[in-house]
């Protein structure tokens, strides 16, 4: 998978920030993801999504709305209009660049924007909802007592999530004149509304009042127990797989990408480049050769937790040469070896802990490393395959003397 940073105008001139989520190969179907209410493209929900359907082969973009995140404009100048005007730009830049998307994918009030804006585009073949309310104007509920200051005031200021947004009359005015019902009995795509049972912010009937309204083609499926947002990655990938497994039968199969090829020349050999993919405060790619990983913090230090963090890629690395190097040695002495697995672990201790160390103050890195081996193995076949993961390249890299020298690129 691989990722682009994806701008472009709205209906305003403003700039709209926005990710394209990528296939390895070339995409066979592109898609828009409409967040989530006050949300946002970096959304826990919305990431995940785009990473399984990507990983599935279908392109996605996903943008912040305007006034939100990344985006330029001001949220008070916005309503669900807006938002719906701003999908409609998004399917033109995707058309102008690659190629226009077939299948839009909303979540919560974004689900209810997306089936406005399929009327808007001929090119969408299928529509997915999950958690939509049946009528916009359910947002009313979620402003509170903020709700009466901003109709006998004009406009007032809301707290939403921990965040503090500006909403005018002009929102709620807009969301009371959204012909939903109509939206939704004439959509003329295939339509897939998505809910959980025990949702306590938009509840299951709206999914009932959905559904009803539609015509064939359309489906309904639980997501159970997951809540709103889909903080639980497993729901997140459920509703992921799902979406592209019922999406394939509307999709074209592979979309030929306008302008510039997506696929990328392979590195040379030796070569790791690394790069910020401007998804959150950390997420890396990392390209090797033709292979593309990612890298990561936790959610609990601020990252998205779509891959490793800088650790355990160097954990991996020891680990997987640590078995690559047994292996070699068994096949080499014709040693009955079914299997190798490595556990690793790092942490920092106080060198003063540690007997055959040249440190002897103050803390050092320290690596426990346990090797399970698998077979009819002797005590003396074990002990020297022991011995063998000792001798791996990486292990001695990372206990030998490392000269590293950094330089600035030109431009």
């Keep these: 998978m691989r990722f682009e940073r994806f701008d472009f105008p709205n209906g305003r001139g403003e ?31 919305a990431v995940r999504i785009a990473r399984a359907l990507s990983a599935r082969g279908i392109a996605v973009l996903r943008f912040d709305f305007t006034g939100l995140g990344g985006s330029g404009g001001d949220f008070a100048d916005t309503n669900f209009s807006s938002n719906v005007q701003d999908l409609v730009a998004a399917s033109a830049a995707l058309a102008g660049k690659y190629a226009a998307p077939s299948l839009l994918v909303g979540h919560s009030l974004g689900g209810a924007a997306a089936i406005a804006a399929a009327h808007a585009l001929s090119n969408i073949r299928a529509v997915a909802t999950i958690a939509a309310p049946c009528d916009p104007d359910h ?6 007592d903020s709700l009466a200051a901003i109709e006998r005031e004009g406009e007032a200021e809301v707290l939403l ?3 503090r947004f500006r909403f005018r009359r002009q929102f709620l005015e807009d969301l009371a004149r959204q012909p939903m019902e109509d939206h939704v009995a004439h959509l003329g795509k295939a339509l897939l509304v998505m809910h959980a049972p025990r949702d306590e ?7 009932t009042a959905i559904f009803s309204r539609a015509k064939h083609p359309k489906s309904f499926v ?36 306008r302008g510039a090829l997506l696929a990328e020349d392979v590195l040379p050999e030796g070569i790791v480049r690394v790069h ?6 950390f997420q890396q790619e990392v390209r090797v050769g033709r292979h593309r990983l990612l890298a990561d913090e936790p959610t609990a230090t601020g990252g998205f937790d779509t891959g490793p963090d800088p650790y355990g890629y160097l954990l991996s690395a020891l680990g997987a040469c640590t078995s690559m190097t047994i292996r070699m040695y068994a096949e080499r002495k014709k040693i009955p070896l079914v299997r190798t697995t490595v556990e690793l672990r790092h942490s920092r201790i106080y060198a003063a802990d540690c007997d055959d160390c040249e440190t002897k103050d103050g803390m050092i890195d320290h690596i426990d490393r346990v090797i399970h081996l698998e077979g009819d193995l002797s005590e003396e076949q074990r002990a020297k395959l022991l011995e063998i993961a000792d001798k791996c390249p ?17 431009g």
């Design 201 to 207: 912010t938009v509840g299951i009937e709206n999914a």
């Design 222 to 257: 639980s997501l159970d127990l997951a809540d709103h947002l889909l903080t639980n990655r497993r729901d997140a990938a459920y509703a992921a797989e799902v979406i592209a497994a019922w999406a394939d039968r509307y999709l074209d199969g592979t979309a030929a990408p």
């Design 394 to 410: 990486v292990h001695r890299t990372l206990t030998s003397e490392i000269h590293i020298k950094t330089v600035m690129a030109n």
């Design 161 to 163: 999530e921990g965040r």
């Design 276 to 281: 910020e993919t401007s998804v959150g405060r």
């Design 139 to 144: 947002v009313r509920k979620l402003l509170g």
């Design 15 to 45: 700039t709209l920030a926005g990710v394209l989520d990528l296939p390895e190969g070339a995409p066979r179907a592109f898609a828009l993801y409409a967040h989530c209410f006050t949300c946002g493209k970096d959304v826990l929900a």
